[in-house]
């Protein structure tokens, strides 16, 4: 997945990216702003992720313009303040290829669903009466809402692959595979009838047990992987469901690891077209000073590990998905974690996974990205080598971003 690039709208408009200010811009309640993005790189870059940070009150709506095409866009309230926080589309570069592209912003609000999705998100509560009703925000001082969930938790998809995180004191990342490149969970919620098989459906790819699934940040107690409590509330919140990007985050209050307590968010973020997503974990209350947490890739029966030793670690391995190993059959899957070098401890494994130890930055953060192949896909890899050469050219393009982006 290419880097994110952020701007910012205010009552200033600023352009960040990885290297800093590029320019600044006054924006009033409704203006203009043209964005200059360039590939300076040797390959097309598909559906390349743009976020923009907005922190004018005044702007209800955006839209982006190509020309005289609208290219699909959506306004997050991520802070669920009542003003929208980030505008985030996606585009298409080839090989030295420069777009221009025209924000048009607005004092009205704009409909949620004027483009087709290409990426989903829920969040779904079992009620008493064995009805299922779609809600954004779920929390429990127990920490464990893992039954009362439909799925278990929250689940994100795009048209690649689909993820979901269990509500309890793992909360484990757990993937669901496709065969086609197409949304699945909002009609088949995570668990496909047969009809729904028959017709090409994905499904359940992954058994985690107790392991780190893919990308889950875990407590290291010095020997192994260890799970996310004691806490005195866990939350889960979706709090964006496409049409471009899902934005869900679980947070945990007053974790008690190793003599303290910290609170915790982990934010997921998964792009249309992208089978990678990004997170985001904060400690965003208590000292986190010299505490180590871990994640990584868990380990399988049958499986093939790989890492640079610096950035990334990968495994491709066969398991049974499910209990049923009767109707259901043994599922191939690449995982792989990315991570900048300045959270990097050390190398690490234990039983069930292979990992990093990791340390928060100056802002008590710890970032990274996941991806995940199945070999079930009619898009993707099919073997070890491939896989393994798809992380590397991930790695790459991770550590060295083509795209520059300007504003004028």
């Known amino acids: 997945m290419k880097k994110r690039i952020l701007f910012t709208f205010a009552a200033a408009f600023s352009a960040y990216a990885a290297t800093g200010m590029l320019a600044q811009n006054i924006i009033s309640k409704e203006s203009t702003q043209t964005v200059i993005i360039k590939n300076n790189g040797k390959t097309a870059e598909t559906d390349f992720p743009v976020a923009l940070k907005i922190n004018n009150a005044k702007i209800k709506g955006i839209t982006v313009w190509d020309g005289k095409k609208e290219v699909p866009s959506q306004c997050d309230d991520l802070d669920r303040n009542g003003t929208i926080d980030e505008l985030a589309f996606v585009t298409n570069l080839k090989p030295g290829e420069t777009k221009t592209f025209i924000l048009k912003t607005s004092s009205v609000k704009l409909p949620d669903n004027r483009y087709k ?37 929250p689940a994100f998809e795009s048209e690649l692959m689909a993820y979901r995180i269990y509500f309890d004191q793992k909360q484990t990342i757990d993937l669901y595979g496709k065969y086609k490149k197409q949304l699945e969970v909002e009609e088949s919620q995570w668990y496909p009838t047969d009809a729904q098989l028959a017709k090409g459906f994905g499904d359940d790819i992954l058994k985690v047990g107790g392991s780190v699934g893919i990308g889950t940040l875990k407590g290291w107690d010095g020997n192994r992987a260890i799970h996310i409590t004691p806490v005195s509330n866990r939350q889960a919140l979706v709090l964006a469901t496409g049409p471009v990007r899902t934005v869900v985050e679980m947070n945990v209050t007053d974790w008690e690891y190793q003599n303290r307590k910290i609170d915790l968010k982990s934010r997921y973020i998964l792009y249309a077209g992208h089978r990678d997503a990004e997170v985001y974990n904060t400690i965003t209350k208590g000292d986190a000073k010299d505490l180590i947490f871990c994640t990584g890739v868990q380990k399988m029966p049958v499986d093939t590990m790989k890492t640079d030793n610096k950035n990334w670690v ?90 520059i982006i300007k504003l004028k």
């Open 117 to 153: 999705a290409r990426v989903y998100a829920e969040l779904l509560m079992k009620n008493d009466d064995k009805s299922i009703s779609k809600v954004t925000e779920a929390s429990s001082p127990t920490g464990d809402l893992y039954n009362k969930l439909h799925h278990h938790g």
């Open 314 to 403: 990968a495994m491709w391995g066969t398991d049974f998905p499910v209990n049923d190993t009767i109707k259901y059959g043994k599922q191939t899957v690449g995982l792989a974690v990315d991570i900048p070098s300045q959270y990097i401890v050390k190398t690490a494994k234990d039983k069930v996974n292979y990992l990093f130890l990791l340390k928060t930055d100056a802002n008590n953060q710890i970032n990274y990205r996941m991806t995940v192949y199945a070999q079930k896909e009619t898009f993707g890899v099919k073997t070890a080598p491939a896989f393994f050469n798809a992380i590397k050219r991930w790695n790459e393009s991770l550590q060295k971003p083509q795209v």
